[in-house]
């Protein structure tokens, strides 16, 4: 029988349903699906930057025009992240809805970079209908993770977010070598038909568990205070309080969280939009192009894992500014790998890059709950993710700019300092003892 019990930090926890008894079979099922939706998902962010080239070739479009529709989508897809969770919370958009809503308006956006003839068609099919349907799918496969994972949420959450880059790097591979634009149709088509099925098929079996559902073991007041078994009770303590998102828009915290946000984003836009036409024009032409941009997106989708796993171990503060520390080093080591074109620093840079600011996202999701607990963490999650919305405003300006990379470079080193300062809110901070010189 289910019944709720309550830890020292007054978290809730539902226990005394499996989720066999609940599914009829393991909660990696829910895993699996949302990792293999996430896959196909994240085509169309990642693998962007192997089709801009081909989109002003074929219409003679310039780059920034190309660019300003990647721009729009990313506002589109990281703006629907909290409207997403709201409606999840409030029952309205089960995420079998939402997931089937997001296949379809995935397959539309790749479908229109197959096709478009107009830049008007790729801001509206592309930017506006797949950058929401992308949206849908993020959105929905993390809060799925989030809610059956409650005991292992940041490995898990960083495990599917990476699919989301590193399942890109097959495609963008191949066209490095063998898209062209008389070919774009037929394979943006069949990519379109693809991910319409796997992330329809995944979607329509997902399932939530009921609220503050925890697994059959550990025994969760024990989890709570277990430091041996739970290494992240002493990297990260829980929030002091549960807060709604009004609370934490009037949060100091969550204004920090939001601009080191905004300032990651606007980094990793900046490479994505802009290495491979920078390396192309340093003469590594288009296979090194694609290599490297092939090296941005995998590793960060594995970056996304390992330091999820850190940031249990060593806090999710000190991972974070560690990670924009080396976003922002990145920038000047592709800076001056391109002007000597040296390949190599070219791949490491790349490397740099995706470590850096490319896994904050998965970290994102642990400093949420252990900053603002856990009862309204997938709406918080949403508001904070917004911040995507604004950097991409920032980071195509980064594309469009003469100096893209060292001012890449100093926003990244900017959010580290930002970093730093963080602070659970609601919880006193330490005064230093002033101790009389007369003292015994």
Known sequence: MAQELVDIYGRRYRVGESDRDLLGRSRGWMM??????????????????????????????????????????????????????????????????????????????????????????VFLGYSVLGGIGTGLVYATCVGTVMRWFPDRTAARVGAVSGAFAYGCVPFVLAAGFWLTVERRALVLDMLAVVVLVVIAACGVLLRDPPPHWWPASPDPRAWALDKARNRSVVANRPAVRHFRPGEVLRS?????????????????????????????????????????????AGVTGVGRVLLGWLSDHWGRKRILRLALVAGGVAQFV????????????????????????GCCYSLLVGLVREYFGEDSALQNFGVLYSAKAAGAVLGIGLAVSSYGFVAAGLLSLAGALLAGRLSQPGRPQLLPVKVSRWAA
């Open 32 to 121: 699996g699906l949302s990792w293999a939706a996430m896959l196909a998902a994240g085509l169309q962010q990642y693998g962007f930057a192997a089709i801009a080239p081909i989109l002003t070739r074929a219409h003679g479009w310039t780059f920034e025009q190309v660019v300003l529709s990647l721009g729009l989508w990313t506002v589109c897809q990281a703006g629907v992240a909290f409207p997403a969770a709201r409606l999840r919370d409030r029952g309205v958009l089960p995420p079998a809805q939402a997931t089937l809503l997001g296949a379809m308006l995935c397959a539309a956006g790749l479908f229109t970079l197959g096709n478009a003839s107009s830049l008007a068609m």
């Open 334 to 357: 592709l800076l001056y790998s391109g002007e000597h074109r040296h390949a190599l620093g070219l791949v490491v840079g790349a490397a740099l890059a995706g470590l850096g600011n």
């Open 252 to 296: 100091r915290t969550a204004l920090a969280l939001y601009a080191i946000v905004m300032l990651a984003a606007a980094v990793l836009l900046f490479d994505l939009a802009y290495l491979s036409t920078y390396v192309a024009s340093r003469g590594g032409g288009a296979v090194l192009a694609a290599v490297a941009l092939s090296v941005l």
